[in-house]
């Protein structure tokens, strides 16, 4: 084995499993030679206990946190963000079925797939839940693309087979075949760094049977599996008439098996209490993803409801509903729309989100949401080294007024934008900016 690698930073911030953020000021992270973390404390004790550590001083204007994880994004929808074209089902049928065809050319693919990774990573994210393109071949190429960045990503085919253009459709016979070949290349690649979600994209666009299908691939083999579920009213209504023999649109997933505690749900703004307590005695997790609600008009989630009810949630770029990849943006809209939630609903105050959880939320909480809070999230031995370092002097205010550690989060979150993102680690190995 290695010497050990000892990160020193000028602030150090690690959300915890009770939701708060603790920070330590000339901190240090010792790594080490596979990636995982050793030890968190004060830099000058951990010199002292790893002396034989090479040290690695990020300096005085640096802040070192756990890598940030987006729970419910999409791969082949990365040409659509910052174009409006209106609520749910009008953008997808105009914007998003039209360019995620565009798939089906291998160079496109390939171009697609790298550029949106790069964005994710320029961005701070080291773990992703991605829908990858309609096509198995896109799909594989985008896997590909992944492996060789070194993030880590748990990704799937976009499954349909109703109410889209034929060439986005997959035969139910296919895919099978199709979604094994897949699993044998990719899944488990790299000790476990990619994995295959199964990715039925959401009832309105999958008959029963491949829900069904989906759900007893998952099974078969513990796969992780994403969709998207009660995003917005029209929506809603469109999906009773579409399944007018279910009660409501949860009892479709669990209709079809899909409810398990390694699904995650995108959106969830209209769940009934009966539909919220199946999801968590299902155990699901579902992804927030604030930004994309108000882009495409959906509405308002009740987040602080479901973190006191106890479901597990994480935040999604929901790319490209969702503007960008920086989830830092995602948690500062989580906790600025949470307090909106009140006019809404005036019956749920509180509602609000403190802004130590609006970061836990796009760390430990997401990884948590994914299943994978025992290696990622935050910074415990045996975890994963999975970190970025930010650069304290492109937030705002310079010179601040306070320089506790609540002020120096509260700027963080309201003030930091992907240009502070100086350094992306996975499992100790720089990605960001890369290394020779
Ligand atoms: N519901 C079904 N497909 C999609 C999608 O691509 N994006 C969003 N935001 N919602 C969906
Ligand atoms: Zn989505």
């Given at each position: 084995?290695?010497?050990?690698?000892?990160?020193?930073?000028?602030?150090?911030?690690?959300p915890?499993?009770?939701?708060?953020?603790?920070?330590?000021?000339?901190?240090?992270?010792?790594?080490?030679?596979?990636?995982?973390?050793?030890?968190?404390?004060?830099?000058?004790?951990?010199?002292?206990?790893?002396?034989?550590?090479?040290?690695?001083?990020?300096?005085?204007?640096?802040?070192?946190?756990?890598?940030f994880?987006?729970?419910?994004?999409?791969?082949?929808?990365?040409?659509?963000?910052?174009?409006?074209?209106?609520?749910?089902?009008?953008?997808?049928?105009?914007?998003i079925?039209?360019?995620?065809?565009?798939?089906?050319?291998?160079?496109f693919?390939?171009?697609?797939?790298?550029?949106?990774?790069?964005?994710?990573?320029?961005?701070?994210?080291?773990?992703?839940?991605?829908?990858?393109?309609?096509?198995?071949?896109?799909?594989?190429?985008?896997?590909?693309?992944?492996?060789?960045?070194?993030?880590?990503?748990?990704?799937?085919?976009?499954?349909?087979?109703?109410?889209?253009?034929?060439?986005?459709?997959?035969?139910?016979?296919?895919?099978?075949?199709?979604?094994?070949?897949?699993?044998?290349?990719?899944?488990?690649?790299?000790?476990?760094?990619?994995?295959?979600?199964?990715?039925?994209?959401?009832?309105?666009?999958?008959?029963?049977?491949?829900?069904?299908?989906?759900?007893?691939?998952?099974?078969?083999?513990?796969?992780?599996?994403?969709?998207?579920?009660?995003?917005?009213?029209?929506?809603?209504?469109?999906i009773?008439?579409q399944?007018?023999?279910?009660?409501?649109?949860?009892?479709?997933?669990?209709?079809?098996?899909?409810?398990?505690s390694?699904?995650?749900?995108?959106?969830?703004?209209?769940?009934?209490?009966?539909?919220?307590?199946?999801?968590?005695?299902?155990?699901?997790a579902?992804?927030?993803?604030?930004?994309?609600?108000?882009?495409?008009?959906?509405?308002?989630m009740?987040?602080?409801?479901?973190?006191d009810?106890?479901?597990?949630?994480?935040?999604?770029?929901?790319?490209?509903?969702?503007?960008?990849?920086?989830i830092?943006?995602?948690a500062?809209?989580?906790?600025?729309?949470?307090?909106?939630?009140?006019?809404?609903?005036?019956?749920?105050?509180p509602?609000?989100?403190?802004?130590?959880?609006?970061?836990?939320?796009?760390?430990?909480?997401?990884?948590?949401?994914?299943?994978?809070?025992?290696?990622?999230?935050?910074?415990?031995?045996?975890?994963?080294a999975?970190?970025i370092v930010?650069?304290?002097a492109?937030?705002?205010?310079?010179?601040?007024?306070?320089?506790?550690?609540?002020?120096?989060?509260?700027?963080?979150?309201?003030?930091?934008?992907?240009?502070?993102?100086?350094r992306?680690?996975?499992?100790?190995?720089?990605?960001?900016?890369?290394?020779?």
């Open positions: 084995m290695g010497h050990p690698v000892l990160y020193r930073a000028r602030y150090i911030l690690n915890t499993r009770e939701r708060r953020v603790t920070c330590i000021y000339d901190g240090a992270l010792t790594v080490d030679s596979a990636g995982r973390i050793q030890a968190l404390g004060e830099a000058t004790q951990l010199q002292q206990r790893f002396p034989h550590a090479i040290v690695r001083d990020f300096g005085p204007r640096s802040l070192l946190l756990p890598g994880v987006d729970v419910h994004t999409h791969l082949p929808q990365y040409q659509a963000i910052a174009i409006d074209s209106g609520e749910l089902l009008p953008w997808l049928h105009t914007l079925f039209p360019l995620e065809a565009r798939f089906a050319d291998p160079e693919a390939e171009q697609q797939a790298e550029l949106f990774f790069q964005a994710a990573l320029r961005c701070g994210t080291t773990t992703l839940m991605v829908f990858g393109p309609p096509f198995a071949e896109a799909t594989s190429q985008a896997f590909a693309a992944a492996a060789r960045i070194g993030l880590r990503v748990l990704m799937g085919q976009t499954l349909m087979d109703t109410n889209v253009p034929p060439e986005l459709r997959i035969r139910t016979e296919d895919a099978p075949q199709a979604l094994e070949k897949l699993l044998a290349q990719w899944h488990g690649y790299d000790y476990g760094r990619l994995l295959y979600a199964v990715s039925p994209r959401f009832a309105g666009s999958c008959s029963l049977e491949l829900l069904r299908l989906c759900a007893d691939i998952a099974h078969r083999y513990e796969l992780p599996v994403q969709t998207h579920l009660a995003e917005s009213l029209p929506e809603i209504r469109w009773a008439g399944f007018p023999h279910f009660p409501t649109y949860t009892a479709i997933y669990d209709a079809a098996g899909l409810l398990t390694r699904t995650i749900l995108a959106h969830c703004l209209y769940l009934s209490p009966s539909e919220q307590a199946q999801l968590r005695s299902a155990g699901c579902i992804a927030h993803c604030p930004r994309s609600n108000v882009f495409l008009r959906s509405g308002i009740p987040l602080r409801c479901y973190l009810l106890g479901l597990r949630i994480g935040l999604g770029s929901d790319i490209g509903a969702g503007y960008s990849p920086f830092l943006e995602e500062r809209y989580a906790r600025e729309m949470a307090k909106l939630r009140s006019f809404i609903a005036p019956e749920e105050t509602t609000e989100i403190s802004p130590e959880e609006a970061l836990w939320l796009a760390t430990l909480g997401g990884a948590q949401a994914l299943g994978l809070d025992s290696s990622i999230g935050s910074f415990e031995s045996g975890k994963d999975d970190f930010m650069d304290l492109t937030l705002e205010p310079q010179h601040p007024l306070r320089t506790d550690p609540e002020s120096l989060l509260m700027r963080l979150l309201y003030t930091a934008t992907p240009a502070a993102i100086q992306v680690f996975v499992r100790g190995r720089q990605l960001f900016p890369p290394e020779p």
